[in-house]
Nanobody, 121 residues
């Protein structure tokens, strides 16, 4: 079965950086888009960034220029480099593997367990 294991969350001061990693297993990693979502209590899970099988990247406006998503197909791993972090980036971050090559569809994604990112002011 599909397993997604995230790492790299934690507590950081505003302006700092973190890198999240997500190791995937169970399906042919290179065949599916990968993404990162985040969720705060009482709000919907939000798509932060995703990367297609061809390497095209997409970001929510609030993180453009600060976050970078990348994938290493040889390691079955997707990364989210987060720079210039702000308190409003505080959330649980979830790795997701799509069931499509070039899009993320929340209802058909596979999900990791989530990792907490806390940015202090």
């Amino acid at each position: 079965q599909v397993q997604l294991v995230e790492s790299g969350g934690g507590l950081v001061q505003a302006g700092g950086s973190l890198r999240l990693s997500c190791a995937a297993s169970g399906r042919t990693f290179s065949s599916y888009a990968m993404g990162w979502y985040r969720q705060v209590p009482g709000k919907q899970r939000e798509l932060v960034a995703f990367i297609t099988v061809g390497g095209t990247t997409n970001y929510v406006d609030s993180v453009k220029g600060r976050f970078a998503i990348s994938r290493n197909n040889a390691k079955n791993t997707v990364y989210l480099q987060m720079n210039s972090l702000k308190p409003e980036d505080t959330a649980v971050y979830y790795c997701a593997q799509s069931s499509h090559a070039s899009a993320m569809v929340k209802t058909s994604n596979y999900w990791g367990q989530g990792t907490q990112v806390t940015v202090s002011s």
